[in-house]
T-cell receptor, first 112, second 116 residues
Framework: GAGVSQTPSNKVTEKGKYVELRCDPI?????LYWYRQSLGQGPEFLIY????????DSGLPNDRFFAVRPEGSVSTLKIQRTERGDSAVYLC??????????FGEGSRLTVL | AQKVTQAQTEISVVEKEDVTLDCVYE???????LFWYKQPPSGELVFLIR??????QNEISGRYSWNFQKSTSSFNFTITASQVVDSAVYFC?????????????FGGGTRLMVKP
């Protein structure tokens, strides 16, 4: 498709389980971002990739969170030992120009 | 540390009214970037504008206009003759130059409801 694609759109899991969220950016966009948005709040930065490498992962809240982008295109955000506080919408974005991010519709994660 | 404050959590107007969304920011950098994004009910954030800290010219794009004032650290957004399709949550964001504009700090958003 033409836009940023995120799967799954909804994920319900139990506390302690492992979760993977996938992002397929716009073709040709070298920069890829993960943000997290809690209800009623603005998005919070998690991690930024330029190509295959994580250029800035300062927003990852702890070592249960990890993201990869092995071939410089699709990215996967991985969350281990999920906690109820991880419940949020996880947004992926890609870009070509500084700050002009194209966002996907997000993956809504609910941890019971 | 950088911070963005959108004091108006919710605004309701009647179609064709003008409305201004306020944004106040804090940063220690002299070079930074400011943004506005729109999040319609579908959930997908849409980029509206980027300004750099050296360009204080106001900008107009159709019914949208932006007023950047460094003296008050504000970057306000005005919609003229609002329409029902303008109903959305609007986010102001800031990025400092030392992360090359790649890490955006968003405000809490302003929910705009335009009634017919």
């Amino acid at each position: 498709g033409a836009g940023v694609s995120q799967t799954p759109s909804n994920k319900v899991t139990e506390k302690g389980k492992y979760v993977e969220l996938r992002c397929d950016p716009i073709s040709g966009h070298t920069a890829l971002y993960w943000y997290r948005q809690s209800l009623g709040q603005g998005p919070e930065f998690l991690i930024y990739f330029q190509g295959t490498g994580a250029a800035d992962d300062s927003g990852l809240p702890n070592d249960r969170f990890f993201a990869v982008r092995p071939e410089g295109s699709v990215s996967t955000l991985k969350i281990q030992r999920t906690e109820r506080g991880d419940s949020a919408v996880y947004l992926c974005a890609s870009s070509l120009q500084l700050g002009e991010l194209f966002f996907g519709e997000g993956s809504r994660l609910t941890v019971l | 540390a950088q911070k963005v404050t959108q004091a108006q959590t919710e605004i309701s107007v009647v179609e064709k009214e003008d409305v201004t969304l306020d944004c106040v920011y804090e940063t220690r950098d002299t070079t930074y970037y400011l943004f506005w994004y729109k999040q319609p009910p579908s959930g997908e954030l849409v980029f509206l504008i980027r300004r750099n800290s050296f360009d204080e010219q106001n900008e107009i794009s159709g019914r949208y206009s932006w007023n950047f004032q460094k003296s008050t650290s504000s970057f306000n957004f005005t919609i003229t003759a609002s329409q029902v399709v303008d109903s959305a949550v609007y986010f102001c964001a800031l990025s400092e130059a030392d992360n090359a504009g790649n890490m955006l700090t968003f405000g809490g958003g302003t929910r705009l409801m335009v009634k017919p």
